[in-house]
């Protein structure tokens, strides 16, 4: 099931981060996917700000990857719009990043498709006409299990 958020303005992208970040503090792999000025880097300021985060918050384009050890959580935020090819990814070791609870916020994920760990949640984001956003959000279930034991899950949300 897909749940979808009205977002006025950047305030609300923002506090949606800010619900957002309340439901992954375990950690996940999230999918950020959206045009150029969607508002994807904004939700993920929102999600670090609601995690203790103070500083700025770069967006990642040229070094691919930016780490944010908070606490109790580890965040990285990725952003392949400026990735050449998937296989560039592998140079990145995000397997080796998953020591204790680990947030992936991953922009442009369809640009690193086969080379990407599956997403726990998939987020899009899109213009609305009256300049606001509309945000889907969708939980993939049981495919990212790699013994197989996974169950499908579909039609059920979170
Ligand atoms: N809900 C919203 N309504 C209108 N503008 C928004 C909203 N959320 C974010 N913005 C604005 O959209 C612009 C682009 O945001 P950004 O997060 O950099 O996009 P992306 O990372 O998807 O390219 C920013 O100027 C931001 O203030
Ligand atoms: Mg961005």
Not at 16 to 30: D, K, P, S, T
Not at 123 to 139: E, P, Q
Request: cysteine-free; overall charge negative; charged content about 25%.
């Amino acid at each position: 099931m897909t749940e979808t958020h009205h977002l006025a303005d950047e305030a609300e992208t923002l506090a949606f981060g800010q619900v957002l970040a309340g439901r992954l503090e375990q950690g996940g792999v999230v999918y950020l996917s959206g045009d150029l000025g969607a508002g994807k880097t904004t939700l993920v300021r929102g999600i670090l700000r609601a995690f203790g985060f103070t500083g700025r918050v770069k967006s990642p384009s040229y070094g691919l990857i930016e780490s944010y050890e908070l606490d109790g959580l580890t965040v990285h935020h990725l952003d392949l719009y400026r990735l050449g090819h998937g296989e560039e990814i592998e140079y990145l070791g995000l397997e080796d990043l998953f020591h204790g609870p680990t947030l992936l916020l991953i922009e442009w994920p369809e640009k690193g498709q086969g080379y990407l760990p599956a997403a726990t949640t998939v987020i899009h984001l899109a213009d609305r006409v009256d300049g606001g956003r509309v945000l889907s959000l969708a939980k993939p279930g049981g495919e990212r299990r790699e013994d197989g034991k996974g169950k499908r899950e579909k039609g059920k949300s979170l």
